[in-house]
């Protein structure tokens, strides 16, 4: 049986994620995860904080603090507002900790000795005021290509073009608001990606396994070619430059730039887990020590494809040394606010922790999955999470959990009955389940949350026509018989319907398979092969109706 390693995109550390960022990484890498942790697959599901950049150092100076201080203040928010929507992270890392310092330090001076890196003077803006280098988003002016007037150093927001600080028209600094800067000479370590260039081709050339959307953005890059590219910039607040295992002479007031060393922090972020568990680390990350059987998925929104198929294997691939190369990856669009951007600096839509307070998580959680921007952009209106709510958690799966176990606390003392055979209902029930598993349990490995919630959504409607047609409320009368068949089929089918949705909304999943006394080792993923798991014999713990997971909005 395979090993799941599966990553989501680093949330980056300054200000709460908005629910866009939650729905494009993090909650669908936490589906799988529980997904294939109930198949019984041996499952590490790593994340971390993405700490270095001009981003947080900026904040932290409006903010008035410490850049490390005010780093551990957003990590505390950040993670705790994971856990609330119960994302089952086996380790929630931060790219800060001393293991992603030493591995950057360790890949860049591999990528060294394997010529693949190379020092050079550039020029870099520096401001004579501020008396320093401004590099990135310290600089800000006017951009060369749509002539937006509030460009970064690093991107325009308003074209997205990618910028080097020193294409600015009228660059300023982003500290003083001075624009008595000058371009002055500095030297930077620049990877050599060119030379990369066909290995990583015919890596992406095999990864069969890749969606047509990473396919093409990989293909894209390759095809306008790979160019050498400065990874270390001017600044205090990162990894520091090595070289031999000391400080680079002349690099001593410079760090790696923070899209080299973040991606390792999914390696980082293992060891971390490995040094806090006493867990082995490089069974999941060295094919040369056992990872040979794990198959590497990682998630993340589209603006990240290119770092993840093409610049972090150049990292990884370059070093030559036997490092887990993704196998499978899960791209995702944007969600919207009401068709337009979430914003994180604007405060523009909703935010994990405002979501929380409204409501428990499995709200929020079914919608963004069953409407998740997988083929296109999906926009989030309030109106239509209150309609899906109410329409397939309250009407549908609440509805089936609700009157059938009332239904035997009332007459049959909270016990599963026993009496009656199977008739052409029950038969026709057990078709379309099995049918519905095998292509619930395929969009599930496809990792296709939309496909997925669908077909979940339609096992819910099949028990509740079931119940509908069997009645044993009618047949309660006339027929006892009758009337304990259908009550006990509804049971297990209710039961069978919460494990199938314990990846999507486990908080509630585990409050039905609590009141239906599911022992743990029955709640794991179902196999569509297996004799008929509605017949579960009578008896057993007794069944207490549970408060209704959901109330309509
Ligand atoms: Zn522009």
Redesign the pocket.
């Known amino acids: 049986m395979p090993r799941y390693l599966i990553t989501s995109a680093l949330p980056y550390i300054n200000g709460i994620k908005h629910l866009g960022n939650l729905a494009g990484s993090m909650l669908p890498a936490d589906v799988h995860a529980r997904f294939r942790r109930l198949q019984g697959h041996e499952v590490l599901f790593i994340c971390a904080t993405d700490e270095h950049g001009t981003p947080a150092e900026l904040a932290a100076a409006e903010a008035g603090e410490d850049v490390a201080l005010y780093c551990a203040q957003q990590y505390k928010i950040q993670k705790d507002a994971c856990d609330g929507f119960r994302l089952s992270f086996d380790h929630f890392g931060r790219s800060s900790n001393p293991p992603n310092h030493k591995l950057t330090q360790h890949f860049c001076e591999t990528l060294e000795k394997n010529g693949l890196i190379e020092e050079r003077v550039s020029k870099q803006i520096y401001s004579i005021d501020d008396k320093r280098f401004l590099p990135d988003r310290y600089v800000e002016g006017t ?6 007037e509030r ?1 970064r150093g690093d991107q ?6 990618l ?1 080097d600080p020193i294409e600015l028209i009228h660059p300023r600094s982003k500290i003083s608001g001075s624009t008595n800067v000058e371009a002055r000479d500095t030297a930077h370590l620049f990877l050599l990606q060119p030379k990369m260039q066909e290995r990583v081709r015919a890596w992406v050339d095999k990864s069969a396994e890749w969606p047509p959307l990473a396919r093409s953005i990989a293909y894209k890059w390759l095809d306008e070619g790979l160019i050498d590219r400065s990874i270390t910039r001017d600044l205090a607040w990162g990894v520091k430059v090595t070289q031999n295992g000391k400080v680079r002479a002349g690099f001593e007031n410079k760090v790696f730039y923070v899209w080299f060393d973040a991606p390792i922090e999914y390696i980082g972020a293992t060891v971390e887990w490995a040094e806090a568990t006493g867990n082995d680390w490089e069974r999941w990350w060295r094919t040369d020590k056992g990872a040979g059987d794990v198959t590497y998925v990682e998630f993340m929104g589209k603006d990240n494809v290119a770092f993840h198929t093409v610049s972090f294997p150049v990292t990884i691939m370059g070093s030559s040394e036997p490092w887990k190369l993704v196998d499978r990856l899960k791209a995702f669009n944007w969600v919207t606010w009401y068709g337009g951007k979430f914003s994180t600096s604007e405060k523009r839509g909703i935010f994990m922790d405002q979501a929380l307070e409204l409501l428990p998580s499995d709200y929020w959680r079914w919608y963004l999955m069953a409407n998740a921007p997988e083929s296109s952009d999906a926009a989030f209106t309030l109106e239509q999470f209150q309609s899906t709510v109410n329409s397939d958690l309250a009407d549908n799966f609440g509805n089936l959990v609700n009157r059938i176990l009332r239904f035997t606390a009332s007459k049959f003392e909270c016990r599963v009955p026993d009496g009656g055979e199977w008739t052409a209902l029950e038969e026709e029930l057990w078709d379309e389940f099995s049918t519905r598993l095998k292509d619930l349990t395929h969009f599930q490995e496809q990792m296709d949350m939309r496909k997925a919630a669908s077909e979940l959504r339609a096992i819910w409607a099949a028990g509740n026509g079931y119940l509908q047609k069997a009645a044993p409320w009618m047949a309660f009368k006339t027929n006892a018989n009758a009337a304990a068949l259908g009550v006990r089929t509804g049971i297990n089918y209710v039961a069978l319907s919460a494990i199938l949705a314990q990846p999507f909304i486990p908080d509630a999943a585990k409050t039905v398979l609590d009141a239906v006394g599911a022992p743990a080792e029955n709640r794991t993923w179902p196999n569509a092969s297996n004799k008929n798991p509605f017949d579960a014999p009578p008896g057993g713990p007794p069944i207490h109706p549970p408060d209704l997971p959901f109330k309509k909005i």
Do not use: H
């Open positions: 951009c060369p290509v749509c002539g937006f460009a325009c927001d308003n074209c997205q073009t910028l």
